[in-house]
């Protein structure tokens, strides 16, 4: 069983256009995280929902909207995509936000903006 | 703020020797966690170890221990008998629980291993 899943897994696309990427956990997991890694391999935290509620937002543009139904998933929805959108977004999740717990990734949703 | 750096872009290492790999920290938190995560060309990201601030003996598990410095903020992964499976980028982060800690993974710019039959 995936513990964390994440569709698709690739996504090409124009600049301009408006896209989702969803995040599944089965872990029973209160945390949800989206982290950008961009061509140099650097990750970086987006944002990070605790039980349904936004925890971090770390000054990204708001065209990225986070959205949690229910605390097994986060989607993020992309308006406008431009070509520095272009990246891999992972999804993370873990206990809580304590920082004893580690997190546990998704494989990866590669973005591609034309 | 906090700051993790990996000086070692990319290393070799023979098959079935040691290697470690290298990781300073930066935090004004007395409490906060040390992780170490490898990410393979196929592109998922594998936790492998934790180092907790206050723990006293080092973390290991299987081939992989942590060796926390922390008086010189430090906490190199220690990869022993190296396997050619071990070919991978290798990210150190840490995670604060600082009066604003929220969970956040900070990443180092990771270290590239390759394995030498």
């Known amino acids: 069983d995936t513990a964390v899943s994440q569709t698709p897994k690739y996504l090409v696309t124009q600049m301009g256009n408006d896209k989702s990427i969803k995040c599944e956990q089965n872990?029973?997991?209160?945390?949800m995280y989206w982290y950008k890694q961009d061509s140099k391999k650097f990750l970086k935290i987006m944002f990070s929902?605790?039980?349904?509620?936004?925890?971090i937002n770390e000054t990204v543009p708001n065209r990225f909207s986070p959205k949690s139904p229910d605390k097994a998933h986060l989607n993020l929805h992309i308006n406008s995509l431009e070509l520095g959108d272009s990246a891999v977004y992972f999804c993370?999740?873990?206990?809580?936000?304590?920082?004893?717990?580690?997190?546990?990734f998704g494989p990866g949703t590669r973005l591609t903006v034309l | 703020a906090q700051k993790i750096t990996q000086t070692q872009p990319g290393m070799f290492v023979q098959e079935k020797e040691a290697v470690t790999l290298d990781c300073t920290y930066d935090?004004?938190?007395?409490?906060?966690?040390l992780f170490w995560y490898k990410q393979p060309s196929s592109g998922e990201m594998i936790f492998l170890i934790y180092?907790?601030?206050?723990?006293?003996q080092n973390a290991t598990e299987g081939r992989y221990s942590l060796n926390f410095q922390k008086a010189r903020k430090s906490a190199n992964l220690v990869i022993s008998a190296s396997q050619l499976g071990d070919s991978a980028m290798y990210f150190c982060?840490?995670?604060?629980?600082?009066?604003?800690?929220?969970?956040?993974?900070?990443f180092g710019q990771g270290t590239t291993l390759q394995v030498k039959p």
């Open positions: 993370a999740s873990s206990f809580d936000y304590s920082s004893y717990n580690e997190q546990f």
């Open positions: 872990l029973g997991h209160d945390t």
């Open positions: 929902y605790n039980n349904k509620e936004l925890i």
């Open positions: 935090t004004s938190d007395q409490s906060y966690g």
């Open positions: 180092q907790g601030s206050y723990d006293e």
């Open positions: 982060a840490m995670s604060g629980l600082g009066s604003s800690n929220t969970g956040k993974l900070i």
